[in-house]
């Protein structure tokens, strides 16, 4: 036992600690996560012949100078097709990439060209290989910080989130799937699959990948809007007639005489030419939006569009309807069936859009039909692969030609109907620049988490606002303690992940001379409010509203003090000096962090691994075994000194004491009789934050109220004793 009392003995122990918490922090990650035996050789089989087989590609590759060999790597890596990458262009910066001489697409780091902070202050960049349609070829992670990755689930989790953009396009409103209930079928967005306790490293990833490729997409790709393509809800349907829908404009219904087309032709050699003695009206012309049920349905009948639906095109397509009475034909003498009619063209921003018969009435008997009798009744397919957005207003074309003979020039001209689809029929996803911030998302999703969080910081502080009346009773405020620890380390620690740490400090500090970005703040919704909280309560209360009532690994300790107890573990005595000196410790800690991070955000983000709180907390143990060794320490320490690491090791302890010093209460009661001649509750006080004067030292205690509840008690407290011996009621 005397070498429990011994000093060099603590010292050396704490010396220890930090030589496991500088190992775990400078072995290298392989080392810690090598694969037993024969996974390990098939893994470095296949990692061999992956290396070869890039090593192939990327000598198939022809780089311009001044390309850096990782993106050369990282671009074979992804695409099979490239064989040549050009030099960097300057707006946008993008590497263009070539099959042979031909451009099949472009690279560009993200880095270049937008800059969303992560979880750590800093972005996430990102290689984007994307083809000119907007599809993604794959995307490789270059640069990041995020903690999550970096000392948690690890950056191979990084690599296969980003393996999901393969195949992908910028065309859809792709979003990271956070809920189980998120990603229904025929809505608006197409979802990939988060990662559970990265989440919000993930959705800045998402939206940092998006928005880098829609400012090339803007530069480099003909047509292409930041906004989505409206989306026809299929589910709305009206029963409507033809008439109804012609006159509702609907169905857009256009009538050319004679006369308009001799206008077309003013000033021209053809401008009274009778078109071949064709009568009046020169075309009675009909035109709509198919897809729309209360459009389609109503003029095909719910069978034939049924048909059209299943059977006849692709989700993504548009079906424009043609139909036309009157002696001009809108397909023309030459018009061969499923083909392009050369006198029809639809355009939408200025844009051609090809569209094509869809021979949908091939074996149609008009006869039996219901529908208005037509000389011609085609629909046309616009294919999904264009542009076409419904939600906005396209143009159809009506060419006609004019000459006076085969030896004699052939005049063009066109009748142009605008058609706009009311918006009540489709889904309109946001534009980019309306869209929310990534934030708001998660925030959208972890409402109810948020909620919880919020309702236990009401009632946590009414607790303390009225704590004379929570310590009335010790057996009370012992089960209302306990059920809050317990709350603390379960919902707010395990499940809702709102473990503070020193790391999200550096973010803060990094501001200073970054500029600061709510949004850094914002993307995890249960540290942000708890960030504010407690940087309130720091200035009411002190540090220990939140060391002890908020701190999930701080309560993980209670408890093995509590176990400790149970097992009637001798704890080991240190003098008051020594504890004093010790306390010291967890500023000294604190101080290195903040000064390195200074420096360096990742060597810093390394160094916090002092704080076993990702082992603990974050991955509830799970994780390579240097690291549960290191927590397990702490926490096995805990049975011999009561919350060991809060008293001496914890840098965020130190820097909310180091705020805590302005705060504005000192609500804890003391009577004058506390310290001399009484000093019982310094031995009440398990972490030892009263002066042996009696007065409480506010950096160190955790306002558990411990010693609040002992004055109060009749049969506890030896004054309060004297006090009822004596007859005096008050308290
Ligand atoms: S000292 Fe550190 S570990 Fe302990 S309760 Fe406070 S913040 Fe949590
Ligand atoms: S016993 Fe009293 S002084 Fe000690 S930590 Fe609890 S409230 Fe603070």
């Not at 603390?488 to 970005?517: C, D, H, K, M």
Request: negative net charge; aromatic residues 12%; glycine residues 8%.
């Amino acid at each position: 036992m005397s070498l429990f009392n011994s000093i060099n003995f603590i010292q050396k122990m704490l010396f220890g600690l930090f030589l496991v918490a500088l190992l775990l922090v400078s072995a290298p990650a392989a080392l810690a996560e090598k694969l037993p035996g024969v996974v390990e050789a098939a893994m470095g089989q296949i990692n061999k012949d992956n290396t070869k087989a890039l090593r192939v590609r990327n000598e198939a590759i022809v780089a311009a100078e001044g390309v850096p060999q990782d993106i050369v790597d990282a671009i074979a890596g992804i695409s099979n097709e490239v064989t040549r990458i050009g030099a960097k262009e300057e707006s946008p910066p993008v590497w263009p990439l070539y099959w042979q001489t031909e451009l099949i697409g472009w690279a560009f780091d993200t880095g270049d060209l937008v800059n969303i902070p992560g979880f750590a202050g800093t972005p996430i960049d990102v290689l984007v290989v994307m083809d000119q349609d907007g599809g993604f070829a794959g995307v490789k992670v270059l640069r990041q910080n995020e903690p999550v990755f970096q000392h948690g689930v690890g950056v191979e989790r990084m690599g296969l989130f980003a393996d999901q953009y393969a195949e992908l396009s910028l065309r859809q409103n792709i979003k990271v799937r956070i809920r189980a209930s998120d990603g229904e079928e025929g809505g608006a967005n197409s979802f990939i699959d988060g990662i559970t306790m990265a989440t919000a490293s993930v959705v800045v990833m998402n939206d940092t990948i998006l928005l880098a490729a829609l400012k090339v997409a803007s530069q480099k790709l003909t047509g292409f809007s930041y906004q989505e393509p409206g989306k026809v809800l299929y589910d709305q349907f009206d029963k409507k007639s033809w008439n109804e829908l012609v006159s509702e404009g609907l169905i857009q219904h256009q009538k050319v005489q004679q006369a308009e087309v001799d206008a077309l032709f003013a000033g021209t050699d053809v401008e009274s030419l009778d078109d071949a003695g064709l009568g009046e009206p020169f075309i009675d012309l009909y035109f709509a939006h198919l897809n729309v049920p209360t459009i389609g349905r109503n003029i095909l009948g719910d069978e034939e569009y049924e048909r059209l639906l299943n059977e006849e095109m692709e989700p993504d397509d548009q079906i424009v309807l043609v139909a036309a009475n009157g002696p001009y034909s809108f397909l023309g003498e030459q018009f061969v069936e499923g083909s392009v009619p050369d006198r029809l063209a639809l355009f939408q921003n200025d844009l051609a859009m090809e569209i094509r018969d869809l021979e949908f009435y091939r074996f149609y008997d008009r006869e039996t039909s219901h529908l208005p009798d037509f000389e011609e009744f085609k629909l046309f397919k616009v294919k999904s692969g264009s542009v076409f957005d419904p939600a906005k207003s396209w143009d159809l074309k009506l060419l006609v030609k004019r000459n006076r003979g085969f030896l004699y020039k052939t005049h063009t001209g066109s009748f142009s109907f605008d058609y706009n689809l009311p918006h009540s029929f489709l889904l309109i996803p946001k534009s980019r620049d309306e869209r929310e911030e990534p934030w708001v998302q998660i925030w959208e999703s972890r409402a109810v988490d948020v909620a919880i969080l919020l309702v236990s910081l009401v009632i946590v502080t009414v607790l303390f606002v009225y704590q004379r009346g929570l310590v009335e009773s010790t057996r009370r405020l012992r089960w209302i303690r306990w059920g809050f620890l317990f709350y603390t380390l379960g919902f707010i620690g395990w499940y809702a992940q709102g473990q503070l740490s020193v790391v999200n400090i550096y973010p803060i500090i990094r501001s200073l001379w970054e500029g600061f970005n709510l949004g850094t703040y914002l993307i995890d919704p249960i540290t942000f409010i708890l960030w504010i909280y407690v940087f309130i309560s720091l200035f009411l209360w002190g540090r220990g509203l939140f060391c002890g009532w908020l701190c999930p690994f701080g309560a993980l300790q209670e408890m093995v003090g509590w176990v400790a107890k149970k097992l009637k573990i001798r704890q080991w005595r240190i003098s008051e000096s020594r504890h004093k000196q010790l306390w010291k410790l967890k500023y000294l800690v604190l101080a290195v962090l903040v000064l390195v991070s200074l420096f360096s955000t990742n060597q810093a983000i390394v160094l916090s691994e002092v704080e076993p709180f990702k082992t603990a907390i974050t991955e509830q143990f799970v994780r390579n075994w240097p690291f549960v060794i290191y927590a397990l320490l702490t926490l096995g320490l805990g049975l011999f000194v009561h919350k060991f690491y809060c008293r001496y090791l914890c840098p965020l302890g130190a820097g909310l004491a180091i705020l805590g010093w302005f705060h504005r209460f000192e609500w804890l009661d003391r009577r004058k009789e506390c310290g001399s001649p009484c000093k019982f509750c310094n031995k009440v006080c398990e972490i030892r934050a009263i002066e042996p004067t009696g007065a409480i030292n506010y950096n160190e205690c955790i306002q558990c109220l411990d010693c609040v509840a002992v004055l109060k008690a009749d049969d506890r407290c030896v004054v309060r004793m004297l006090e009822v011996k004596r007859g005096k009621k008050g308290r």
